[in-house]
Each structure stands twice: as C-alpha cells, then as structure tokens.
C-alpha cells in the first residue's frame, strides 16, 4: 500500500509542477510586453585606404550583415541542417520536440535539446548554456516573443549574425571571412554546406581543427539540402567533390601591426575618453591612410636593417622605423615602428630620438627668410663660442671631429653638412628664428634654445621630423600627419573625420630653395649621395647623425611622397656609421618601391625667383677672370648679388698635390 500512495503523491507532485510551470509560463507570455533590447557585441572593422580589412578588434569577433546579403546557399543550407520546418512551425517543432522530451526522461536529465531556430535564437539571445528544465521554459517564453515580434526572415537573420561558427567567429560574416577570407554574399554551395554544419559542435567541426570532420559534416549537410529539395544530386555530387580553399588559421598580419597599435593607442582612445569599450563591443569602422603596398614595402625595408648584436633580451639591435606620408594631405601611408610587433611593441616611429644634421633644413629656412641667400659664404674653421650653463667654451666640429678650413657657400655647408657653419649661421640670424622657423614647420616637441640646436641635439619622433619636411615638398604648406580619414558606427553614421586641412606657413620660393638645395645632398659630394643613384629621380633630402653616432636618420622627399628612415640601438650603443651611410640607401630603397609605375616629377620653380651664375668662390657674378667655378643659382628676386666679382680681393692661397700654389692675383693684391 505504501509504494502506491508515495506513487500518487509523486504523481501529484509532478502534475502541480507541471501546472505551476504552465501556468508561470502563460503569465510570462501574457506580462511581456515586450522583448528586452539585443546587446550583442560586434567586432570593429579596420580598413585601409582602399577599405579593405586591415584588423578586427572585438570581444566576439563579429559582423552583423541583412540577410539580402547572405548567400541564399547559406540559408538553405542552415535550414536544411538545423530545422527543416522552420517556415511551417510557430517557432517549436512538437515532433522535434517530443524526441528530445522522452530521450531527456531516459537519461533522466537534459541531453538533447531539439531545438527550433527561434529557440537557439532565444538561448543566444538572451538565456546561458546551462542544461536544466528552468532554463527550458525561460526559453519557450523568449521563442514564443521571438515569433510573435519578428518576421521568419528577420530572425533567420539574427541567428545567422549571432551563431558561434568557431575559432573566435560568431556570424556568418565573420565566419565566412575567418575560413574563405570572402563575405557571406560571396559564398559557394560547397562553402555553405561546411559553415552550415559547423554550429552543431564548433569545436569539432571546424576545418582548422578537424578537417576530415568537417568534410564528412559538410556532406552530410548538402544530403540533407538534397533530401529537401534545395538541390539536385547533380549539385549534391559537385559540391562534394569541390576542393575547398580555406585561409591560413592564423593571427593578424604583423605588417600593420605597428600602424594599427598607434591609432588604438592614441588618436582611438582619445576620441573615445580614454575608455576602448566601445572598440571592442560596437562594431566601429575605422577608414585609415594606410597604402598595404607601401606599408608591406616599410616592413620589408626595416627588416634589412643590419643586425649588429643581440640585447639582453635577446632582441636584434639595432632597431628602426620608416615613415611615409603624402605631402598634400597628410595622409600617413606608412608606419613601421621596428623590426618585429611581436618580438618588441615599442614603437620608434614616434618615440622621441636625436635627429643630427637632418634637424639643419629648418636652420636655413629660417637664414634664408632673413635675407640670406645660397651663394652666401661662411667660414668653416675653428672657432669657439661661451653658452650660459656651460663650464667649457662650446667648439663645434664636423663628424670625425675635423673642420673644412675655407669658406662655404651656404648651399655647399647644406649639403655636406658642416657644423662649423651651421653654428655660425644659427648664431648669426638667433636662436628664436630658428625654433620659430621648426615649430611653424610642424616641430611639436620642445626646443632648447641651445648653440648646438641646429646639429639635431634636441630629440623628436620620426613621424612629427618627417611631416615637418612636407612644405619643403608641397610649397610651403603645413599638413598634419592624419591615419583615420573616417569613423562610423555599426550602422554606417560617421562619428568623427578627418579632413586634410593644408595651410600656407612658408613662402613657396624658400620651400623651393631649400628643396633645390636639398637636392645636392643625394648627388655626389652630397652626405647621401649613394641614395641618388638608387632613386633616379628628382628628389630632395637631408641625412643625420646624432653624437657618437647612435642614431642615423634620412628624411628626404619627392613632390609626391615624403618618407623619414631611423635607425638606432634601445640602449643607444653606437652605429659606427652615419645617417648617409646607413639609413640614405634603405631611404632610397624604400621610395623606389614606392614610385614605381608613377612618372618621374621634378619640384617646380615658382614665380619670383631669378636664375645667376655666381663664382663659388665670393659668391657674386661670375666673370671671365673668376678663380673659382661658376654656378647657376637661384635667388629671391631683389636678392641676387648686383656686384661682379672681383679678381683682385680675397685672395686665397689653396694647397695642391705637391707644394702650395698661389694664385698670380694674390701676388698683386699683396703688393698693392
């Protein structure tokens, strides 16, 4: 008698729970009124300047796309495999239903769920992945909403956006690009099939870890697909039998990583507060600068630099950076911070290094817009000069430590870089011109109003040296550096731009001074002389070496690229060679890549300059008695020199191979 009525009590227990639950799952439906918002996280799209994917960031990596833009072999595929009567039901399928229902009671817990594509919507949606009866009638209760809010079409198409598909991709976009590398659109049957058979058990059938798996799920899926009438045998059979190609399983390419790291880091994180939450959660899309062909070329160049040692980390030394941006826009098309993103994340395209002699071009910007002109002469010999702060008189030399002992027309100190006279010309128009001249060029770090200001002794960021060469380059014009053109949310609305914002900041016959200078340094006599013959092009730049020689620069430019190379150890251990020996031939490497296929372009002469033939030696007109070498030079008009040289002064004495020779006017000068 007793297992009877414990028997009917149970049974009584049981139906109370039943009707409890009915009745609890009936109110629910009733009470909702509606459904809570969907907060799936998105990943964010970065692109480059042709707006393809360069990297994704995200908590799940996707992509959420309308169903128009699906393939229609996706959805029959996925109906196919997961609820073939998802058109007929009212999102539960009573016979599907049924099989899970008593398989559950044999197992005496829940195995097996047989669910709707509603249903696993809801779970996804809204529930967690626990296995109980709880979770169960919560979910009937989100399905039962699901239906009655949503179209059929809408909710295949929020299931196809937010299924797990395996290897970090959730959506079928994100999974379509994560195996194909293609969008959803552009799937075949045979791809289909695969992704469609994939949500079932992630883990085991994604091709990147089970292959075999994969393929045997895929055929069972196009069966299926046959067996409902999606396909013919014919199309079944093909598509089996198609070689599929999937990508590399691998991470983001390191190529950009540099690049992609530096807008994160900075002008990202700054727009968003500080806070990269909605980096990682709200689908932005970020429209870079970035050119893949000339970024791939910055890798590859950096990646020649020569290996001198091994740091303690066992890092190769030295490291470098290259960076290249369009001198009408700003736009940064490459940025490499060092040799590897993996083996060292500093980025030394903006980490602040000693510039040398390529800091000189501001210098004689600044003397040329006070009056001086290219074929002025300065003495380069020793000299010495008292600074407040120092104990010992600052005495300039030349690399090696040596002088040129004769006169320099400011065009030849340019170009082959002597000390002594940039000094002298720095001490002659002011220091305040100086620094005015580079901060009105786009110098943004601080300059110390010292004497040695002009050899580059202050430190700046390669990026912020190479923009500041642009007005050399594009007439006089300041650009900022810009990496992120656009940035739009999920839905496409632009939250923020950058627009190209150009501004006239030296008189365009000084930028073409100083560029027709420049010029000389990559031919021979220049300091990089070497780079000219690589190039073959017009071109225009400047070397630096920095004291002791630890860091090289080259920052040069053409009229459609500006590009600056840095070469230098982390622990500022010496290179043993200068900025024209070491960084100029990887410069110029660089911008013959990057100028193929582009015509050759020389930088036009503006208006109001005038062309003379001066004596290199005193720098006015030439004559048929001059004892120097004539030159063509360009000058301000009003400018050029009105006097022509005179063979009677200045005389010099100039040493030959064998003894010294003085010229016969010296002999009448000194009798005079």
Request: with cysteine; hydrophobic share 40%; aromatic share 10%.
């Amino acid at each position: 008698m007793k297992p009877v009525r414990f028997l009917l009590i149970a049974l009584a227990v049981l139906l109370l729970s039943i009707s409890a639950s009915f009745g609890y799952f009936v109110y629910s439906i009733v009470e909702m009124e509606s459904l809570p918002p969907v907060q799936t996280p998105l990943a964010s799209q970065i692109y480059d300047q042709n707006d393809n994917l360069l990297a994704l960031r995200y908590i799940e990596n996707r992509v959420e796309v309308p169903l128009e833009q699906v393939a229609d072999t996706v959805v029959k595929a996925t109906i196919a495999v997961e609820d073939r009567r998802f058109f007929q039901h009212m999102g539960f399928d009573l016979s599907g239903l049924g099989r899970a229902f008593f398989k559950n009671i044999r197992q005496g817990q829940v195995t097996q769920g047989g669910s709707t594509i509603t249903q696993q919507l809801a779970k996804n949606l809204y529930l967690t992945h626990e296995r109980t009866f709880q979770r169960k009638i919560k979910e009937a209760i989100y399905t039962v909403h699901l239906e009655r809010s949503y179209t059929k079409e809408k909710i295949l198409e929020m299931y196809l956006n937010t299924i797990y598909y395996g290897n970090s991709a959730y959506g079928i976009e994100a999974a379509a690009q994560t195996y194909f590398d293609k969008s959803a659109a552009e799937l075949n049957l045979a791809e289909s099939a695969l992704l469609a058979g994939i949500p079932r058990n992630p883990s085991y059938y994604s091709p990147f870890v089970n292959k075999e798996a994969a393929l045997a799920r895929q055929k069972t899926v196009l069966a299926l697909m046959h067996k409902e009438g999606y396909i013919s045998r014919q199309e079944m059979e093909e598509a089996a039998a198609a070689t599929l190609e999937f990508c590399e399983p691998s991470q983001e390419e390191d190529y950009c990583a540099y690049f992609v790291d530096y807008i994160i880091n900075g002008e990202i994180k700054e727009r968003l507060g500080g806070d990269l939450t909605p980096l990682y959660r709200d689908g932005l899309k970020i429209y870079t600068t970035l050119d893949p062909q000339l970024q791939k070329a910055a890798q590859e160049i950096v990646a020649q630099i020569p290996e001198l040692r091994r740091d303690q980390e066992n890092k190769r030394q030295p490291q470098g950076a290259l960076v290249a941006l369009d001198p009408a826009t700003g736009y940064v098309k490459a940025l490499v911070g060092g040799r590897d993103f993996q083996e060292t994340k500093l980025n030394r395209a903006v980490t602040p290094r000693s510039p040398g002699s390529s800091f000189k071009p501001f210098l004689y910007a600044a003397a040329l817009e006070e009056g001086c002109t290219a074929a002025d002469l300065i003495m380069c010999e020793p000299v010495s000069f008292t600074e407040p702060g120092l104990d010992q008189p600052y005495r300039p030399a030349d690399y090696g430590g040596g002088w040129h002992h004769r006169r320099l027309s400011l065009r030849e100190a340019l170009v082959t870089s002597c000390n002594v006279s940039a000094v002298k010309t720095h001490v002659e128009i002011g220091t305040e011109k100086m620094v005015e001249m580079a901060k009105r060029l786009g110098i943004t770090s601080e300059l110390e109003p010292y004497l040695s200001l002009p050899l580059g002794t202050v430190e700046v960021g390669l990026l912020e040296l190479t923009a500041a060469f642009a007005p050399f380059a594009n007439g006089g014009y300041r650009v900022e550096p810009i990496l992120v053109r656009k940035v739009t949310d999920a839905q496409g609305n632009i939250l923020w731009e950058n627009q190209p914002r150009p501004r006239q900041v030296l008189d365009e016959r000084i930028a073409f001074l100083i560029t027709d200078i420049l010029k000389g340094v990559l031919t021979q006599g220049g300091t990089a002389s070497g780079a000219g013959e690589i190039l073959k092009r017009p071109a225009a730049g400047k070397s630096g070496t920095s004291h002791d020689s630890k860091n090289a620069h080259m920052i040069g430019y053409t009229p459609d690229l500006v590009a600056g190379i840095y070469i230098g150890d982390d622990y500022e251990n010496p290179l043993g060679a200068t900025g024209g020996r070491l960084a100029a031939p990887l410069w110029a490497e660089f911008m013959s890549r990057a100028h193929r296929g582009l015509p050759s372009r020389d930088f036009a002469v503006p208006q109001g300059l005038v062309r003379v033939t001066v004596c290199t030696n005193t720098g006015l007109r030439q004559n048929s008695y001059c004892s120097g070498a004539g030159r063509e030079e360009y000058f301000l008009a009003g400018t050029e020199p009105q006097e022509t040289c005179n063979p009677w002064r200045s005389p010099e004495c100039r040493p030959s191979f064998w003894i010294p020779w003085f010229p016969w006017e010296s002999w009448i000068n000194r009798f005079q």
